[in-house]
């Protein structure tokens, strides 16, 4: 597609329930990022895919929260056991390199009650 | 960890002065730096970005400057236009490690 493309664009889930959100990059991107901006702060790095190589992982808050990328593509946030500080805008980038910048999506706003 | 810092969470200048926007960082490792722009309900979009050969990167009104021995970019919009209004974010990148961004300025632009 033109752009990264996120789903849902919006997701109200029960605490204690998992929920996946998705990621399409842009076709070619080999580098795959996943952040979350809580109200009022800032971009939270989450996890980082960069080709074949083993994704940087450093920033997954806790082992509730994994993400996988099939083919080098499409990418899943699973977060399990979802809590009330859990609610944020997920957001994806993209990019073909690091040069010109990542391309972001709109983002999945998540609400955990 | 807050390896990327901007201290200031708001600035407000005048339409045509000079804003500068301030970032500064504390991870040596990092070798590229780039500006985002943000507005409300949109995901970021790149703005300009620096390597660290270079201390300064010009794109229309839109300069970068690295300083490498203080840690520290700025970001310089001018004349600033009602239009740049939107939070700035400052982000920095390792080779093989994921980008991180400072906590994000927002930025009025007044007529």
């Known amino acids: 597609g033109a752009g990264v493309s996120q789903s849902p664009s919006n997701k109200v889930t029960e605490k204690g329930k998992d929920v996946e959100l998705r990621c399409d990059p842009i076709?070619?991107?080999?580098?795959l990022y996943w952040y979350r901006q809580s109200l009022g702060q800032g971009l939270e790095f989450l996890i980082y895919?960069?080709?074949?190589?083993?994704?940087?992982k450093s920033g997954l808050p806790s082992d509730r929260f994994s993400a996988e990328r099939t083919g080098g593509s499409v990418s899943t946030l699973t977060i399990q056991r979802t809590q009330q500080e859990d609610s944020a805008v997920y957001l994806c980038?993209?990019?073909?390199?690091?040069?010109?910048?990542?391309?972001f999506g709109s983002g999945t706003r998540l609400t955990v009650v | 960890d807050q390896q990327v810092k901007q201290n200031s969470p708001s600035l407000s200048v005048q339409e045509g002065r000079i804003s500068i926007l301030n970032c500064d960082y504390t991870?040596?490792?990092?070798?590229?730096f780039l500006w985002y722009k943000k507005y409300p309900a949109e995901g970021p979009t790149f703005l300009i970005s620096?390597?660290?050969?270079?201390d300064k990167n010009e794109d229309g009104r839109f300069t970068v400057f690295l300083n490498k021995s203080a840690k520290h970019l700025s970001l310089h919009i001018v004349p600033s236009q009602p239009g740049d209004s939107a939070v700035y974010f400052c982000?920095?990148?390792?080779?093989?490690?994921?980008?991180?961004f400072g906590a994000g300025t927002r930025l009025t632009v007044k007529p």
């Open positions: 980038a993209s990019s073909f390199d690091r040069g010109g910048g990542y391309t």
């Open positions: 076709s070619g991107h080999t580098a």
């Open positions: 982000a920095a990148s390792a080779m093989g490690n994921g980008m991180r």
């Open positions: 620096i390597s660290s050969i270079k």
């Open positions: 895919f960069q080709g074949n190589s083993a994704p940087d």
């Open positions: 991870n040596s490792m990092f070798d590229y």
